[in-house]
């Protein structure tokens, strides 16, 4: 729902109040995201299209979001600075926040997602 304004202007909102603070306002990330920080878990990275979020399809990103990365690999212990967001985001919310990001990447990216979904 990349397309639909209202879902995106909704998304844009959810992710100043609840995603920004570590993916940065701008989608940019947080610097070396590639690399454990000092207490070993990977920074934020950006969701921008210097990113791999677009590397993902939207049914792992939703998953991602909603239930964390421990829950999407199998593994409990997985050790994650990224909320969960269970009970505190409804799936709408989730997937408009998910739009709005799709929503700032440029077309080639986009379609690129686009085939992912197609994929499956």
């Given amino acids: 729902m990349p397309s639909d304004p209202d879902v995106v202007a909704l998304g844009q909102a959810v992710y100043v109040e609840n995603c920004a603070s570590c993916h940065g306002a701008n ?5 070396n995201w590639r690399s454990p ?8 990275p950006p969701h921008d299209e210097t990113g791999h979020t677009w590397h993902h399809d ?5 998953q ?5 990365t421990g829950a999407l690999i199998g593994d409990p212990d ?7 967001y269970e009970g505190v985001l409804t799936d709408e919310e989730i997937i408009a926040v998910l739009s709005y990001i799709k929503s700032t990447w440029p077309q080639d990216i986009r379609d690129h997602h686009d ?6």
């Fill in 64 to 68: 991602l979001t909603k239930y964390g």
């Fill in 58 to 62: 939207g049914d792992t990103l939703f």
């Fill in 115 to 120: 085939a992912l979904a197609n994929r499956q």
């Fill in 78 to 84: 997985y050790q994650s600075n990224m909320p969960i």
């Fill in 27 to 31: 989608l940019d990330g947080q610097p």
């Fill in 37 to 44: 920080g000092p207490d070993g878990r990977l920074p934020a």
